[in-house]
Each structure stands twice: as C-alpha cells, then as structure tokens.
C-alpha cells in the first residue's frame, strides 16, 4: 500500500525559558493556521538549571495534543569543567547532536517533515538537516535589528584582531543603522578567544545556510532593518511573524499581590522596574535604584532579587528570595510605603505592564520584555544588562524612539547612579520627552495589533512561510 504520511514540522529550540517559550508559541501559531500539521518538539536536558520549562511543557501537551515533546537523553558531561553557563548550554548541543540525528530520521519515517525549524544555538543540527533533504529555517527570537548586527559579527571578527571588549570607541556602522561600539556586542563574543565566542560567531556564520529566518518582529516595528537585511541576496529570506508574546507561566491560581495594589494606584502612575528571568544587581546598585525612587517622588513597583553569588554565573535563574532588609537601604520600605511596593523575585510581568496604573517600565531590554512593553503600550526606560540587550537599547532610544536611556558611568565600572535613576523616572513618568516616548509606543501597539490581524503584515508573512516550505 502507498500511505500517505502525516505531515509535521519539528522544532529545535534552545532549552531555557525565553527561547523555548517562545518557540512554542510559534508553532501554535503555525498550527492554529495549518491545522492538519502535526508538530515534533525536540527538548533537550543539559546539566543546568535554565528555568523551569516543564510545567509550561505539560500545559501546552495537555491542551494541545497536536503539539509532541520529545525529550533527549542526557548525555554525559561534567558542568564544573565549563566557566558559565552557556558553555555548558553550547558544548551540550554538539554532543547531543547524534540523538537529534536518531530523532530526525525516525520522524521521516513517521512523517513527511516539512521543515525543521531551529533556534540559532542550535546551528550543529543544520546540516542533518540537509542530509536529510529536510529544509530548515531558523527562528530567531530578538528583533529584526539585532539579526542585522549577528549577520555582521563573522566580518567584524576577522577584520579585527583585537577583543570587540577592548574596542569601545570602534563603530559597527550599517546604513540607517546606529552606530553601536564593537564593545556593546553581545558579551559571549566580547572575549575572542574564548570558546563561547567561537561557538557565536559559527551560529552567525551558518545563518545564511538556512532556507529562511523567521523573527520575533514586525515589520514596522523595523522598517529599515527589514529592508537591509531583505535587499542582501546573499542572506536567507526573513519572515517577521510577530510580536508573539505569551502569558504562560505567569498566572496562577491566586492573583498576585502586586495586582490588587496596582488596583488602588491613579491610572499611568506607577513605573514598573524589573530585569528579565536573568536580571541580577550588586548590592550596591540595588542601593542607588532605591535612592534614585524615592528621591523621584514617583509610584513604583520594583520586582528585586538577590545579589550574584559566586555561583550565580552557573544558575543565574534559580536564586533563593532576597532578604529585603539586608539588600535594601535601611527604613527605605518605610518612608515609600505609601508609593511603592517591592516585589521578591518575580512578578507577573504581561499582566502588570497591562494594568491601567502602570505608566513605564525600566526593562533589561531582553527582547521578549520589549515586545509585552510595546504590547501594552508602556513606555520604556533602557538598561541593558547582558546578552543582546546593548544592542537593543541602542535601537530603542536612538533609532525607534521607544525607550529613554539609563545611562552608566564608566568610571564606576558599569554602576548607575541614584541621580540618574532619579532623573530617568521623573522624564519617563512626567516630562515632554516621555510623553513623546509614550506617544510612539501607542502608535506601536496599534501596529503591532494591525500586522497581526487578518492581511496584515505578520500575517501575510506566516502564509508566505507556509508556501516557502511546500516549495522546497
Ligand atoms: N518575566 C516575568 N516576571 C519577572 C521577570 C520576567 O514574567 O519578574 C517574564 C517576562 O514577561 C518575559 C520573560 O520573563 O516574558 C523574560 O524574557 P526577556 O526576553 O525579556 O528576557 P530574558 O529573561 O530572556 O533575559
């Protein structure tokens, strides 16, 4: 008998909570517009904690039966040989490739795969794929601008011999681009010679190998970097299907405390202060953001989290709840009782920026925050802390207009001061300058909203993808 096979798409994520989230959500998306698909999910289990994912995973199996987890064997390895994290994270992809290659051919066998889509650590996978005759498109889950700089960093790696950390005053000029210092570049690169950096700028090096990548964005959000990286024939297709944002693993059964205070705020008056799934402060500069609120006379909701310990570079997500006491000023809680509340460790993040009473967020800039910002139409304060996020925030505040930038001294090795944070919350929350931000956010969320709907841009993009596959 000639039967004829399912069809799925397989999803390669990269296991922490940002990238495989969102990863998920978009094949959701592509289910909800090609339901006949069946959708194989890889996970793979590396021998650090990167936020826990499996309650997320059991949601998502339970309701969408559609959507398969196939979760990788461990392999073998000894995490204290490795100086960070995303060591770890990279080495575990390599040696797990031979399992994914296992699963890909079993998945032929089952199915007629029409595509593998991957994260971008995940590049050792790309050229199974091709083995396989399987077409295998990237998901790259920052914005369409920063995917403009990662397409550069093979280039500015050569040209150089020098460590892009040393290079503060070196400029990654692209037409209509910021200019943006070779030393605001995502910090695995910084350091040349490092292993995490090789890892990189091979990921990067193998991004024109894929049949196509698929952003997080819109195109309006980034006309022109859409346009700089569509006008190359040399690069792979981009299809900016976003914003995709989602509130899983937010809710939970009893609301948050910080919900029913936002409730007895004025409406726009309370700034939002919180930095990621990754976000950790030193003491000292938990100390001069506390100063810098109560001196701005502003409402705010501030999520805070324990210091770096020395091992924090290894489990940056799984630290234990601060000791407000010992972190924060002495009587600081006290005297801005009436304004301002502080939050251990996590708060409900989508549901807050959407609250009537919040009228700002100083964010980390990681992209997914950036999005549920425009989303819900906040105005945003830039502070980057690691990963792409100077990158992000170069485009926020000078090229998009979305965010006011909080700026560090360079002396004080990176600190923000207490007058600065002051300064940045009162324009943000009361001045022109932050009115004109929160204007051009709206306009945003307005076309965020439109490039979702049905013909809009996103949308069209989606199918344009669908069709892409099929072709190949
Ligand atoms: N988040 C949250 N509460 C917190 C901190 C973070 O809900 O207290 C969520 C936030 O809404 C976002 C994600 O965690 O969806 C963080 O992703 P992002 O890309 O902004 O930063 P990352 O954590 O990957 O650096």
């Not at 079993?106 to 790309?126: G, Q, W």
């Not at 990189?200 to 990286?229: D, R, W």
């Not at 100390?287 to 940056?316: C, H, M, T, Y």
């Not at 792409?388 to 004080?412: T, Y």
Request: aromatic share 8%; charged share 20%; net charge negative.
């Amino acid at each position: 008998y000639n039967t004829i096979k399912m069809e799925s798409i397989v999803f390669y994520p990269a296991p922490d909570r940002g990238h495989l989230i969102s990863t998920v959500e978009l094949a959701k998306l592509i289910l909800s517009q090609n339901p006949s698909l069946t959708i194989n999910i890889i996970v793979i289990n590396p021998p650090i904690k990167l936020g826990s994912t499996a309650p997320y995973i059991t949601a998502v199996s339970a309701t969408v039966p559609s959507i398969k987890f196939h979760h990788l064997p461990t392999v073998s390895m000894d995490p204290n040989s490795y100086p960070n994290s995303m060591a770890i994270m990279f080495d575990h992809f390599r040696l797990v490739n031979p399992h994914v290659v296992d699963l890909l051919r079993s998945f032929s066998r089952d199915f007629t795969v029409r595509c593998l889509i991957l994260d971008l650590f995940c590049f050792p996978a790309l050229e199974i794929a091709s083995e396989l005759n399987i077409p295998a498109y990237y998901f790259f889950t920052s914005g369409a601008s920063c995917l403009a700089v990662f397409h550069q960093l093979p280039n500015l790696y050569e040209t150089t011999s020098q460590d892009f950390n040393d290079l503060h005053t070196t400029l990654l000029k692209l037409p209509d681009f910021p200019p943006i210092p070779l030393s605001h570049m995502p910090e695995p690169v910084l350091f040349r010679n490092n292993p995490e950096c090789l890892y990189i700028i091979e990921c990067a090096t193998h991004l024109k190998k894929s049949a196509g990548i698929i952003v997080n964005s819109f195109e309006s959000l980034e006309p022109k970097a859409v346009k700089l990286l569509s006008s190359s024939s040399t690069e792979s297709p981009v299809y900016c299907i976003g914003p995709l944002t989602t509130t899983a693993g937010q809710t939970s059964e009893n609301v948050h405390e910080c919900m029913t205070w936002l409730d007895s705020q004025p409406s726009g008056s309370v700034v939002f202060i919180c930095f990621g799934s990754m976000g950790l402060l030193s003491k000292q500069q938990l100390r001069e953001i506390a100063f810098g609120l109560e001196r701005s006379q502003q409402r705010f909701l501030w999520v805070v989290r324990n210091p770096p310990s020395e091992n924090q570079s290894k489990d940056p997500m799984n630290q234990p709840d601060p000791d407000l006491d010992s972190v924060l000023p002495s009587g600081f809680l006290d005297r801005t009782r009436d304004r301002g509340l502080v939050v251990k460790s996590w708060a409900p993040q989508v549901a807050v920026l959407n609250h009537a009473s919040i009228g700002g967020f100083v964010t980390h800039c990681g992209w997914n925050s950036v999005l549920e910002s425009v989303l819900a139409g906040v105005p945003m304060v830039a502070w980057p802390l690691y990963a792409e996020q100077k990158i992000n925030k170069a485009f926020l505040v000078e090229e998009l207009k979305l965010a006011l930038p909080m700026n560090s001294e360079p002396e004080s090795g990176g600190l923000v001061s207490a007058a600065e944070v002051e300064k940045r919350v009162r324009e943000l929350m009361d001045s022109e300058e932050g009115d004109s931000v929160r204007k051009r956010v709206v306009m945003k969320r307005d076309e965020a909203m439109a490039a979702l709907s049905h013909g809009g841009s996103s949308r069209v993009a989606l199918a344009k993808l669908a069709e892409s596959w099929m072709r190949n």
